[in-house]
């Protein structure tokens, strides 16, 4: 089946930029959703289609795909942004439609 | 506002089968959509487990085909989730999903249930 690996860890620094890149096979042809998960929560989705935020999630989230490659950018880091990210696609076609990604641990120090 | 809220027993025994239950409130689930489940084991990532349609049609994970059965009660607009022969590998939270407003993307959680397996 696909597989999407992230980065296990992620550290920045109040203020600056997170860059969490999500890597797949021609990742760039699927349309790739970002999740945030704090502990002992369940997941809110906060990207998807790529690019687009649902309503209630901060222009400081932005993601980008292309080629074997998506990213999701935080910007302007905040202390409640510390939290695990996990990237998502959906391939209808596929047995196996909906794959998660490795996850990745976004510290904020 | 559709909202969702996954039940059940907290605790299997191994071999036996763990029932879950996702009741869906704020909309109709004859109506349509896909209606999920996924689990999340202590300290790992998302797993996608099956999903629903409102017609019946289903969609499992391959690695878990063979134990899976998700179903859809109209009646009680609540779909559920039955996983047989269970073994301390499946001790994890489960949580109910449903992409409403995103095809492809789940936008609507449950909170979750613990369910440990363990004699």
């Known amino acids: 089946s696909y597989v999407l690996t992230q980065p296990p860890s992620v550290s920045v620094a109040p203020g600056q930029t997170a860059r969490i890149t999500c890597g797949g096979n021609n990742i760039g042809s699927k349309s790739v959703h970002w999740y945030q998960q704090k502990p002992g929560q369940a997941p809110v989705l906060v990207v998807y289609?790529?690019?687009d935020r649902p309503s209630g999630i901060p222009e400081r989230f932005s993601g980008s795909n292309s080629g074997n490659t998506a990213t999701l950018t935080i910007s302007r880091v905040e202390a409640g942004d510390e939290a695990d990210y996990y990237c998502q696609v959906w391939d209808s076609s596929s047995d196996h439609p909906y794959v998660f990604g490795t996850g990745t641990k976004v510290t904020v120090l | 506002q559709v909202q969702l809220q996954e039940s059940g027993p907290g605790l299997v025994k191994p071999s036996e089968t763990l029932s879950l239950t996702c009741a869906v409130s704020g909309y109709s689930i004859s109506s349509g959509y896909y209606w999920g489940w996924i689990r999340q084991p202590p300290g790992k990532g998302l797993e996608w487990i099956g999903s629903i349609y409102h017609s019946g049609s289903t969609y499992y994970n391959p690695s878990l085909k063979s134990r899976v059965t998700i179903s859809v009660d109209t009646s009680k607009n609540q779909f559920s989730l039955k996983l047989s022969s269970v073994t301390a590998a499946d001790t994890a939270v489960y949580y109910c999903?449903?992409?409403?407003?995103?095809?492809?993307?789940?936008?609507?959680w449950g909170q979750g249930t613990m369910v440990t397996v363990s004699s």
């Open positions: 289609d790529d690019s």
């Open positions: 999903a449903s992409p409403i407003a995103v095809a492809g993307a789940f936008d609507i």
